[in-house]
Nanobody, 123 residues
Framework: EVQLQASGGGLVQPGGSLRLSCAASGFRFDDYAIGWFRQAPGKEPEGVLC????????YYTDSVKGRFTISRDNAKNTAYLQMKSLKPEDTAAYYC????????????????WGRGTLVTVSS
């Protein structure tokens, strides 16, 4: 059974940092590209960024460039979203997803989704 679980969310002050993790099980992790998505309260879901099997990174939104980065540890079946200089507008539920398609342009290109983790940026 394929399982994904995002974790690491919480309350952080503006300007702070967080690292989210996406732990996977039940399949060969390094066969998949990994994407992070988010959904803010009352808004449509938004792609954040993704990483290919080979480590190529694509940003879905310019709003996080220079502040967020993604990495993967295939030995641990885990991907990470490192976030710094957080802003109140980064407040959202963050989801990780895995897919075999690359380039992956949209959420429909992903096959497996995990439960989200909530990030709240507030003073």
């Amino acid at each position: 059974e394929v399982q994904l679980q995002a974790s690491g969310g919480g309350l952080v002050q503006p300007g702070g940092s967080l690292r989210l993790s996406c732990a996977a099980s039940g399949f060969r992790f390094d066969d998949y590209a990994i994407g992070w998505f988010r959904q803010a309260p009352g808004k449509e879901p938004e792609g954040v960024l993704c990483i290919s099997r080979n480590g190529d990174i694509t940003y879905y939104t310019d709003s996080v460039k220079g502040r967020f980065t993604i990495s993967r540890d295939n030995a641990k079946n885990t991907a990470y979203l490192q976030m710094k200089s957080l802003k109140p507008e980064d407040t959202a539920a963050y989801y990780c997803a895995l897919g075999t398609k690359w380039p992956a342009y949209d959420s429909v290109d992903y096959d497996h989704w995990g439960r989200g983790t909530l990030v709240t940026v507030s003073s």
